[in-house]
């Protein structure tokens, strides 16, 4: 018979969260000095499917951009590393925080380390944390962001708010991880890692859009608006699109896009990224804050 809320209930169970709780807190601290490390670290996500070795064949305008970026960065002294999501496995999210944030895992147990999982639960979530900016290229399709990074941003949630699972043997155990949460909502304080732990916040995000023709800013809206409620800082002139037009074929228009004009507006956009993170490392007593009792 299946055991009811109220049978975890226990000290047993109590003890668990409360280690949880505990190693949260570890993680948040250990978040914080490596935020503060020496060194900027900036890692450039491109969600494009084209690749001229492959049926597009044809550079993707979205990541030539990128790259341009990305050396700018590595001019102002920054280390760079470029992922190009096509290359990898992506699966798609299931959404467990939609029952509680508890029921959804840090990492992923969707898609468990080792040979369960996929390239973002065993390779992407600790690139992700390496970073202290993140620039995410995508093409405009069908007037929104590309479906891999669709996936990518998806998968992220693992990184806000979520926590080791409960019981490691039986993760989705949905009624021990509902009590789970009410222990994480009533014993959450302001300080970071005592309850939901925002692992991205801070961190510094630049968009890069490219496209033939509409859509662009709508691509860019939906992204900053889900970046930032994951805690991405943006500072000015941190986004940036290229657009072609219908009145030409998609078969000409790559020069209109991967020109000295919009290169220009790529390293621009390095150079302000590169510039906040030398700020927000001037000063290592700040906080963001933020509800860690919130699911």
Sequence with gaps: MDKKISDYNSTEWQNRFKFIRKETMK???ALRKNFFKKGIRVLGVSGSARDEFDMAQGKS????????????????????KILPLRKYDVRYCKACYSTTNTQCHYKC????AGKSGDDMTNKFYDLIGWADVIVFATPVNNFKISSLMSLFIDRMISLDGS??????????????????????ESNATEQ????????????TAGIIVTGHEAGASLAISSLFMTLNHYG???????TMYAIA???????????????AFYEGEAR????????????????????????????
């Design 27 to 29: 993680e948040a601290t």
């Design 61 to 80: 305008n979205s990541e030539w951009l990128l790259e341009k970026c990305l050396y700018e960065a590595k001019l102002q002294g920054a280390e760079t």
């Design 109 to 112: 147990s969707c898609y468990p």
């Design 163 to 184: 926590l080791m699972p409960a019981d490691v043997k039986d993760s989705k155990n949905k009624n021990l991880n509902l009590v789970h949460a009410q222990f994480v």
């Design 192 to 203: 970071a890692g005592t309850g939901y732990l925002r692992r991205m916040a801070g961190k």
């Design 232 to 238: 991405f800082i943006f500072p000015p002139f941190s």
């Design 245 to 259: 037009g219908v009145t030409e074929a998609t078969a000409t228009d790559k020069n209109k896009l991967q020109n």
């Design 268 to 295: 621009l956009l390095a150079r302000n990224l590169v510039t906040a993170v030398n700020i927000l490392k001037q000063k290592n007593n700040y906080q963001w804050s933020y509800q860690g009792d919130l699911n």
